[in-house]
Structures are given as C-alpha cells and as structure tokens.
C-alpha cells in the first residue's frame, strides 16, 4: 500500500470569522481541482470555526478537517475545553495531539498526551502527534534519544490496530515560526529514525504505511526539496498556512 501524502495547515489562534470563511472557501476550491486521492489537504482552524469548515468542506474529498486539540477525557465538568467525541460527531477527521506550543505554554507532558491520544482513538479520530526536539537538544545531538522517548512514552503503548489512525509530525521546535528550517538531510534522518523506530516495536508493513509529514517554517520555496525525501510524506504548515496562495503551493510541491 502506498503511503498517504498529506498537507496540514495549522491557523493557531488566527483569522476572524470572515477571514476563515474566506481562507477555507479559496482553500477547498482549489483542493477541488487536484485529482482525488493524489493528496489529503487537511485544514486545521480555530476550533470556533471548525463546523462552518466541516460544513463548507464536505463536498470535497480531498479535504479533511482537524482540530487543533482536544481534551484528555471523553466528557465532563470541565469548562471551556472541547472533547474528542464532540468532535467525532462533527464529523472531525483528525486532532492534532502534543504540538511543541501546547508542550510548551499549556505544559502538557508525555503522560497527558498518553490520554489525550487514548481518548481521540476511543471516540474514533485519527491523529496526527507531532515530536520534535529543542534546540539546545539537537546542539548535543541528542535528538534521536529526544524524539523516541516521546513516541515510547505516549505511541508505543498502542495495539498495533489504532496505527491505521495516527499519523506523526516531526517538528523540531527550533524551526517552528522561526524561519529556520530543517535542512532536507536532516529533515530525511529523523523521518527515516522514527519509521525505524516503529518498525523495531511494531512491524515493519506498519511502520511502511505511516505517513509522517515535517513541519517547521515550510513555505512554497522550500517545500520541494523537503518533500522530495523518501520518509517524508507531507508537512504540517503554521504560518505559511494562513495564506491560499502560499499553502497551496505547498501542497502542489508534494504532487
Ligand atoms: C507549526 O506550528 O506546526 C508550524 C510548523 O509552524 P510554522 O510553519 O509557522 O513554522
């Protein structure tokens, strides 16, 4: 089975309503025109909007919708937080789970994001995890050890089943809304070290159909070379997601 190719664009907490409105009727239109199953345009908007997005969406298959987060119970007292299985009969597609700026300002650790992973399969999302290390880490080179722990101490405890719905993000923290991104080798290194790594603790048909995108400051005149790597499947887009023109130009680089 050939991997899923993906594009995920990650707004934040970006754009009005108008302007997300806008965003996604200009994004989906042109997602409309690539040939269906070439690539999956996943959209990622605040999660305010996520239903207008599902509802504008729905009519293209091309186009997928995540939330940016989720909570680590199904339900329950807990005021302003959104659950996975609210999100699920949304008709949600995905959740994006342990990004580094949740990590960082919301100090989520390994275990939570263990639940939050446990609850989004349970309700029936797929996920897409993001890893990735500091920069002090990679300064020691010490990345590999750095990205292991956190697929062991919140991915590997999975049934080999619940793969077919997760999907990694590499994302080394030091090349998030920085500008600086990864060279494509080392981009392609740590791909081909996680695909590794799940195939040493799952199977190696598993880890072969995992798709694992990069994310961290791609925009269109980088995105070519990052996505020419074997083990790099696709990108997760922050900033140069929040423009049509630009995201869509990263995806057709991936095509
Ligand atoms: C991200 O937040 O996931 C991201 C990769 O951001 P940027 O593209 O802006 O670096």
């Excluded at 690539?34 to 509802?55: D, F, K, M, R």
């Excluded at 500008?179 to 048909?205: C, D, L, N, W």
Aim: hydrophobic share 45%; aromatic share 6%.
């Amino acid at each position: 089975m050939k991997r899923k190719k993906i594009v995920a664009g990650n707004w934040k907490m970006n754009k009005k309503l108008l302007e997300a409105m806008r965003l996604s009727t200009e994004v989906i239109r042109a997602a409309g025109k690539l040939a269906n199953g070439s690539v999956e345009v996943v959209l990622a908007p605040p999660a305010v909007y996520l239903h207008t997005t599902i509802s504008m969406g729905k009519r293209v298959p091309q186009i997928k919708v995540a939330a940016q987060n989720c909570h680590h119970e199904a339900s329950g007292a807990y005021t302003g937080e959104i659950a996975a299985p609210m999100l699920q009969s949304m008709e949600i597609d995905y959740v994006i789970i342990g990004h580094s700026e949740r990590r960082k300002y919301f100090h989520e650790d390994h275990a939570l994001l263990q639940q939050k992973v446990n609850t989004a399969l349970a309700a029936g999302l797929s996920i897409i995890f993001c890893c990735g290390e500091p920069l002090d880490v990679r300064e020691k080179e010490e990345q590999e050890q750095y990205v292991l722990q956190q697929l062991q101490e919140s991915l590997f405890h999975l049934s080999a089943d619940q793969w077919s719905k997760v999907v990694i993000a590499y994302e080394p923290v030091w090349a998030i809304g920085t500008g600086k991104t990864a060279s494509p080798a080392q981009a392609q290194a740590m791909h081909a070290f996680i695909r590794q790594a799940v195939a040493k603790q799952y199977e190696s048909k598993l880890a072969d159909q995992l798709s694992i995108l990069y994310g961290g400051s791609v925009k269109p005149s980088n995105a070519t070379e990052i996505f020419a790597n074997t083990d790099v499947d696709g990108g997760l887009i922050g900033g140069a997601a929040l423009d049509t023109d630009s995201f869509m130009a990263i995806v057709k680089a991936i095509l």
